[in-house]
């Protein structure tokens, strides 16, 4: 346990509609990313931020954007949801740990976009 | 082509069997090699982390890497009905900012 927590953990809303995903870290963590989980494409980077304001896109950033004001939030924002956006939402922090940097990830978001 | 092809499975097998799961990439610059385990609706967890080729080993599981063929491999002896889950592969060419390229997923179940 990372000490990483998601809200909403799940959530339904309306195409056209702004939808913002938080992710909470306890731990301090530089580093946060923001991926997506599809069936027949795995985990996908949406961004990522390594440090308080600085974030930087990802491989499927196009209709997302993110802000870091603080270290321990990460937020996700829907600007303006689509169906194609319907999928599980996963937040993640790299842990330094015996020479390696490792990524731990949240307990997801499921967003349904109807 | 994807940079990472992992089989979806599904792989089903008896309790107490050596299980093999299998990754291949092809950007030759991947050198850290993780394998995350995934339960239904829960986040993925981390299983194995591994730099360069060779092989590590932590209690049931074994981790292997061969860079010359661009594929990864773990192996799970002795295999109990709680390893039923789905398995992904990642990689990444840096240390660090590690801006990970996932595998697909395996989903295992292990018949008691």
């Known amino acids: 346990d990372a000490g990483i927590t998601q809200s909403p953990r799940h959530k339904v809303t309306e195409t056209g509609t702004p939808v913002t995903l938080r992710c909470h870290q306890t731990?301090?963590?530089?580093?946060m990313y923001w991926y997506r989980q599809d069936p027949g494409h795995g985990l996908r980077l949406i961004h990522y931020s390594y440090g308080v304001k600085d974030t930087d896109k990802g491989e499927v950033s196009d209709g997302y954007s993110v802000s870091r004001s603080k270290t321990e939030d990460f937020l996700l924002t829907l600007e303006s949801a689509t169906s194609s956006q319907t999928s599980v939402y996963f937040c993640?922090?790299?842990?330094?740990?015996?020479?390696?940097?490792?990524?731990?990830f949240g307990p997801g978001t499921r967003l349904t976009v109807t | 082509q994807k940079e990472v092809e992992q089989d979806p499975g599904p792989l089903s097998v008896p309790e107490g069997a050596i299980v093999s799961l299998n990754c291949t990439y092809s950007n030759s610059a991947f050198q850290y090699f993780m394998w995350y385990r995934q339960y239904s609706r829960k986040g993925p967890e981390l299983l194995m982390y591994t730099y360069s080729s060779g092989n590590k080993e932590d209690g049931r599981f074994t981790a292997q890497v061969d860079k010359s063929s661009k594929y990864i491999s773990l192996f799970i002896r002795d295999s109990q009905p709680s390893d039923s889950a789905t398995y992904l592969c990642?990689?990444?060419?840096?240390?660090?900012?590690?801006?990970?390229?996932f595998g697909t997923g395996t989903r295992l179940t292990i018949i008691p």
């Open positions: 731990e301090n963590h530089r580093y």
């Open positions: 990642a990689m990444s060419a840096y240390f660090g900012n590690e801006k990970l390229t």
């Open positions: 993640a922090i790299s842990r330094v740990r015996d020479y390696s940097y490792e990524q731990y």
